[in-house]
Each structure stands twice: as structure tokens, then as C-alpha cells.
């Protein structure tokens, strides 16, 4: 019956995200929602999905009987394997849940992609996710279970991980390419006029909707990568403004205050269990407390030098050529929650307001 248990879970949020993302794909698509609060609600509907998956599972001990079933023990470490098996069903019941929305994502996007390829992408996408979270999920028990401390060499291991190998999770989590001769020429002229200096150049499959761009890796070994997509609809000025304002963002250290934000933030977290000397209630109160303002600040901070990077970027391409392309690609970029409380970006709205009225000139 465990493995039923598993499979009847497994089967069952599939069906229920697949059907709840087409209902609500199909809902958005009448409203004639934008494209970025489309993709964010087809987003939380397979996180809504997979965390129900998980959730579900571990209050049945689903994984524990699959784990007996085939004679294994469940106690630590054998409990790895069950974790693996959970991360996996929880990558299949995300892709599902994304497929029942892909009918109308496709028609909304004008995509030209089958189901087949669709499918692979997001799941090997969703298992690079289930991974990572399984590697953090793992290291931080043998931390409590074996070198019993509080999870801070975890934490700090994975932000390290996060900021020296973002280069090779772009590439696993995405299909990439070398550009041909004539790409790679077209991009060296354009990246030399924006002003941005990388290591390497890679190209992302962007299904002939998507404009993303952005730049990993530690400082000289930086990569950019960026949507063939975006090469083929936009023209060279188009371009060259994006890659300026990539430019301005890797002067000022956007991702890497963000690193430091985050994991400065968890790192208060994490202290205020393993070191109490006002009591435990007391202390995780305090350092949760100081976490959440260096948070905030780190968010605003980071807002603030994206807009410091648009302006360096109408400096060095025209402030006009800024404006325009990211007007132009703006439902074709994944601004997450962008302008939010919750978000280290600035609304595209009002980085697109500052440059056109001039209102954050000199702050470059």
C-alpha cells in the first residue's frame, strides 16, 4: 500500500495543479492579463502544486513506507533516499502542473514550441531545483546530526556556491550554445559599445518569446548569457541599451549585494537558535528582528543601484535608446516580483518613468 500511497499522491496534485493551472491560464487569458502577471500566476500554480506534493507526503510518512517497502531502513542517513524520491515526485508534479497551462501560455506568448519540448525544459529545470534543495536539505542535517552545529557552515557554504558557480547553475538549469562567428562578432561590438567586459558569452534557448539577459560568476570570470530570441527580434541599438545596463549592474554589484543580503539576513536567523545569551526566546526575537532590517535595507539598497545602472547606461547608449528597449521587451523579460516589497528590483514602470523624465540624472 506505500507505494500506492506515493503514487495515488504523486498522480493526484498532478491532475489537481494541471487542472487548476488551465482554469486559471484560461481566466487570465479572457481578462487579457499581461504577459508578466501571467507567467507569475502559471508560476505559483506549479510552486502551489509541488509544495502541496511535499507537504503531503511527509504528513503521510509516504516516503518512510516507500523506503520500508523495499527493505530499507528509515532512519538517518537512509532517509536521504526518501528525500531524493520526494524531490523528484514534487520536479514531475511542477511540470505537469506548468503543462495544463501550456495550451494557453502558447497561444498567449505566440510561441512556436511543442508539449514534448516544453515538458523536457521545465522539468529539467524543476529537478535542478529539487536538487539543489535536497543538497541544502542534506547538508544542513549532517550539520545538526553530525558535527551538531546550527547550520551556519551551510548557509555560508551556499552562498559561496551561489556567487563562484552561478555560471554552471545557469548552464544545468538551461540549455545554453556557443554563438557562432557572426553572433560572437556582433555581440563583441555591441558589448564594447555598452561598455560590459565578460569572460565568455552563451546563449539561451528563448522559445522565440522571451528577451532575458543577465550576467554570472565571479569577478574576471564573468559570463553573459542572453536569448537568441532577443538577438533576432531586436536591432543592435535594442541590444547594445540592454547590455549597457547589465554593464552598470556588474560595476555596482547588484547580484553580489544581493548574495550578501540574503545570506547576511539568514545568517541572523540561523544565530539567534545557536546562540542565546538573552534566552532563547529573547535572542531568536533580536537577531530575527536585526535580519529582517538588513533585508529591507540590502532590498532598498539593491533598488537603488539598478536605478544607478539605468542611469549609467542612458550616459553611456542615450537615455532615450535605455527608455525604449525596455519598453520594448518588457512582457518579454521574467521581472519575478519586481516593484514589490518583497523584491530586490525596482517595478520595469518606474525605471522606464526615471529615464524618460530625467529624474534620476546624475545619480549614475
Known amino acids: ?25 484560461g481566466l487570465h487569458e479572457r481578462r487579457d492579463s499581461s504577459v508578466q502577471r501571467f507567467r ?39 532517509a536521504i533516499f526518501g528525500w531524493a524520491l520526494v524531490a523528484a515526485g514534487a520536479a514531475v508534479v511542477a511540470t505537469v502542473s506548468y503543462l495544463g497551462a501550456f495550451p494557453v501560455a502558447r497561444r498567449v506568448r505566440d510561441a512556436d514550441i511543442g508539449a514534448g519540448t516544453a515538458a523536457a525544459k521545465m522539468f529539467r529545470y524543476q529537478l535542478f531545483i529539487a536538487a539543489l534543495v535536497l543538497c541544502v536539505v542534506t547538508a544542513l542535517q549532517v550539520e545538526f546530526r553530525v558535527l551538531e552545529t546550527s547550520g ?61 539577459h543577465l550576467v554570472r560568476g565571479p569577478l574576471g570570470r564573468k559570463t553573459l548569457f542572453l536569448t537568441d530570441s532577443l538577438l533576432d527580434r531586436y536591432d543592435d541599438e535594442t541590444v547594445s541599451a540592454h547590455l549597457a545596463v547589465d554593464a552598470g549592474r556588474v560595476a555596482r554589484y547588484v547580484y553580489e549585494l544581493r548574495l550578501f543580503t540574503v545570506g547576511a539576513a539568514a545568517g541572523l536567523v540561523f544565530g539567534g537558535f545557536a546562540w542565546s545569551p538573552l534566552g532563547f526566546a529573547l535572542s531568536f526575537l533580536v537577531s530575527a528582528g536585526i535580519g529582517v532590517i538588513v533585508l529591507v535595507t540590502g532590498e532598498y539598497a539593491s533598488k537603488r543601484l539598478i536605478y544607478r545602472a539605468d542611469e549609467a547606461a542612458a550616459q553611456r547608449v542615450g537615455r ?18 519586481a516593484g514589490s516589497r518583497l523584491s530586490f528590483e525596482p517595478s520595469l514602470a518606474s525605471r522606464i518613468e526615471r529615464l524618460r523624465d530625467g529624474s534620476g540624472a546624475g545619480e549614475a
Open 1 to 25: 500500500m506505500a507505494p500506492l500511497t506515493f503514487a495515488g499522491a504523486l498522480v493526484g496534485v498532478s491532475l489537481l495543479g494541471a487542472g487548476w493551472s488551465r482554469v486559471s491560464a
Open 40 to 78: 507569475r500566476r502559471v508560476r505559483s500554480n506549479w510552486l502551489s502544486a509541488a509544495v502541496l506534493f511535499v507537504g503531503l507526503v511527509w504528513w503521510t510518512n509516504a516516503d518512510w513506507a516507500v523506503l520500508a517497502a523495499v527493505g530499507l531502513p528509515t532512519d538517518w542517513p537512509w
Open 152 to 212: 551556519l557552515l551551510t548557509l555560508l557554504a551556499f552562498v559561496a556556491a551561489a556567487y563562484v558557480f552561478s555560471t554552471p547553475f545557469v548552464s544545468v538549469s538551461q540549455t545554453t550554445a556557443v554563438p557562432d562567428d557572426a553572433t560572437r562578432e556582433r555581440l563583441d561590438r555591441l558589448c564594447d559599445r555598452a561598455g560590459l567586459s565578460v569572460a565568455r558569452i552563451r546563449l539561451l534557448d528563448g522559445g522565440g518569446h522571451r528577451s532575458d
Open 320 to 337: 532615450a535608446a535605455v527608455a525604449d528597449a525596455l519598453d520594448a521587451t518588457a512582457d518579454e523579460v521574467d521581472t519575478g516580483r
